[in-house]
T-cell receptor, first 112, second 115 residues
Framework: SQQGEEDPQALSIQEGENATMNCSYK?????LQWYRQNSGRGLVHLIL?????REKHSGRLRVTLDTSKKSSSLLITASRAADTASYFC????????????FGQGTRLTINP | ETGVTQTPRHLVMGMTNKKSLKCEQH?????MYWYKQSAKKPLELMFV???????ENNSVPSRFSPECPNSSHLFLHLHTLQPEDSALYLC??????????????FGDGTRLSIL
């Protein structure tokens, strides 16, 4: 069954603005991960947040995790044209078979 | 360069053909994965190998046959495919299925088109 669901499905903003994407999931998790996919390429890992963490930063990325609401958000600050890509959340279900379940992704477009 | 190389990048085949997709990782990882990515659908896990042993078959039709001869190489053998099998097939690797806090590393995929 689908675990992560991203919102919105598509987002278009101006360069320099901040972009926020949300992910909801259904079960208890070990961790939640965010990946980026450029057109025609594979997925690139961005950041991993453990179930006992609430916030994590990496450069211009900020990820939050609310396990009580089973939701996560990815914030990209000061967006650049190169940030144009699809962004996916993936969850590793607690007590499960240690396999990632991906959402459908958010298509982010940064307009110059 | 992600350390995971997939060949070919593009493949067009008829429904009666037999072909193979290849994945090679240079990261010293012990787990390898096949995913299918179709338009407007979430990434679907197909198979998982951990230390060369298959640990996951996600109800994949038998026309897809995986092979993992060693921890660095993974193949997906294709035969008698259907048009709905047209998709991007992604290979990934990770240190091992027991390493729950380590990410997966993906190749750039094989774009498969079934005529």
């Amino acid at each position: 069954s689908q675990q992560g669901e991203e919102d919105p499905q598509a987002l278009s903003i101006q360069e320099g603005e901040n972009a926020t994407m949300n992910c909801s999931y259904k079960t208890s998790i070990n961790n939640l991960q965010w990946y980026r996919q450029n057109s025609g390429r594979g997925l690139v890992h961005l950041i991993l947040i453990r179930s006992n963490e609430r916030e994590k930063h990496s450069g211009r990325l900020r990820v939050t995790l609310d396990t009580s609401k089973k939701s996560s958000s990815l914030l990209i600050t000061a967006s650049r044209a190169a940030d144009t890509a699809s962004y996916f959340c993936a969850t590793d279900e607690a007590g499960g078979a240690q396999k990632l379940v991906f959402g459908q992704g958010t298509r982010l477009t940064i307009n110059p | 360069e992600t350390g995971v190389t997939q060949t070919p990048r593009h493949l067009v085949m008829g429904m009666t053909n037999k072909k193979s997709l290849k994945c090679e990782q240079h990261l010293g990882h012990n787990a390898m994965y096949w995913y299918k990515q179709s338009a407007k659908k979430p990434l679907e896990l197909m198979f998982v190998y951990n230390f060369k042993e298959q640990t996951e078959n996600n109800s994949v039709p038998s026309r897809f046959s995986p092979e993992c001869p060693n921890s660095s190489h993974l193949f997906l053998h294709l035969h008698t495919l259907q048009p709905e099998d047209s998709a991007l097939y992604l290979c990934a690797s990770s240190p091992g299925q027991g390493f729950v806090f380590w990410p997966q590393h993906f190749g750039d995929g094989t774009r498969l088109s079934i005529l």
